[in-house]
T-cell receptor, first 112, second 112 residues
Framework: DAGVTQSPTHLIKTRGQQVTLRCSPK?????VSWYQQALGQGPQFIFQ???????QRGNFPDRFSGHQFPNYSSELNVNALLLGDSALYLC???????????FGPGTRLLVL | GQQLNQSPQSMFIQEGEDVSMNCTSS?????WLWYKQDPGEGPVLLIA?????ELTSNGRLTAQFGITRKDSFLNISASIPSDVGIYFC????????????FGKGTKLTVNP
């Protein structure tokens, strides 16, 4: 049973560029949440997708957007990258309101 | 963004010692969770607590959900070198897929 997978594992971008990160949820899970973890900090909630719609959103600007596909996989898009967007981006999956969230290994984004 | 108050920030202990860390919040949470994160990995769920006053064990780990619903603690007994890592508490206002609010983490170092 595959767990949560994320791609790519590492990414280097320059300021102003755009980036897309991908997540495949654990088998049987239909809800995907994205978190940003800056160095030395705990993860911060970005948003959550369920039934291909954004269900909850944290305190992140509109530069952060996402999408969920019919197979429940998800993308996180960040436009106009800033140096402060450098972080580990984590995807977590769960089933509706019944299960705890399980995390993938993350994508390490470095913005130069 | 919102974060829980987690302490201590770091701990240096000898193998075989017991460890205790705690987490407090100004808000009530109905679910408390404890995760462990190894370098380059996503957080792994250790223990989930769903009821105020609940005491739950997972091997050498024991966690409690405070009766005020504003705090939780995690104990590790007889530490071993593989306990090294960063431990995060997380709270949810509701259960399941509700967004997670994390603490800043406790970095544990175990000297053999």
């Amino acid at each position: 049973d595959a767990g949560v997978t994320q791609s790519p594992t590492h990414l280097i971008k320059t300021r102003g560029q755009q980036v897309t990160l991908r997540c495949s949820p654990k088998s049987g899970h239909d809800t995907v949440s994205w978190y940003q973890q800056a160095l030395g900090q705990g993860p911060q909630f970005i948003f959550q997708y369920y039934e291909e719609e954004e269900r909850q959103r944290g305190n992140f600007p509109d530069r952060f957007s996402g999408h969920q596909f019919p197979n429940y996989s998800s993308e996180l898009n960040v436009n106009a990258l800033l140096l402060g967007d450098s972080a580990l981006y984590l995807c977590a999956s769960s089933t509706g309101f019944q299960e705890t969230q399980y995390f993938g290994p993350g994508t390490r984004l470095l913005v130069l | 963004g919102q974060q829980l108050n987690q302490s201590p920030q770091s701990m240096f202990i000898q193998e075989g010692e017991d460890v205790s860390m705690n987490c407090t919040s100004s808000s009530i949470f109905n679910t408390w969770l404890w995760y462990k994160q190894d370098p380059g990995e996503g957080p792994v769920l250790l223990i989930a607590l769903y009821k105020a006053g609940e005491l739950t064990s997972n091997g050498r780990l024991t966690a409690q959900f405070g009766i005020t619903r504003k705090d939780s603690f995690l104990n590790i007994s007889a530490s071993i070198p593989s306990d090294v890592g960063i431990y995060f508490c997380a709270g949810q206002a509701q259960g399941g897929s509700e967004k997670l609010v994390f603490g800043k983490g406790t970095k544990l170092t175990v000297n053999p």
